[in-house]
């Protein structure tokens, strides 16, 4: 069974930035394309990026230019680097695959202040 476990979120002013990690458990990992997903109170769940096993990444409209999501598949850990963050990227951020979702993780609170 595959476990995901997000780690490096926090409270940041707005324009700072924060990298978040995300450490499978196992090496299937390596071919499926994971995704940064995000849900903010109130909200439903939103595709944050996404990269595929072999490092074509994509982004929604609203973080492109601010965030960069990559992979390092010998350590079976995703991360997301997120600059210049703004007030509306507050969320618990989570990851998994693309596909068939296995379970999920905590997540990680990221609050972003004005």
């Known amino acids: 069974q595959m476990q995901l476990v997000e780690s490096g979120g926090g409270l940041v002013q707005s324009g700072g930035s924060l990298r978040l990690s995300c450490a499978a458990s196992?090496?299937?990992?390596?071919?499926?394309?994971m995704v940064w997903y995000r849900q903010a109170p109130g909200k439903q769940r939103e595709v944050v990026a996404s990269?595929?096993?072999?490092?074509?990444?994509k982004y929604a409209d609203s973080v492109k230019g601010r965030f960069t999501i990559s992979r390092d598949n010998a350590k079976k850990t995703l991360y997301l680097q997120m600059n210049s963050l703004k007030p509306e990227d507050t969320a618990v951020y989570y990851c998994?695959?693309?596909?068939?979702?296995?379970?999920w993780g905590q997540g990680t609170q990221v609050t972003v202040s004005s």
């Open positions: 990269i595929s096993s072999g490092g074509t990444t």
């Open positions: 196992r090496s299937i990992f390596i071919v499926e394309t």
């Open positions: 998994n695959r693309e596909s068939t979702p296995w379970s």
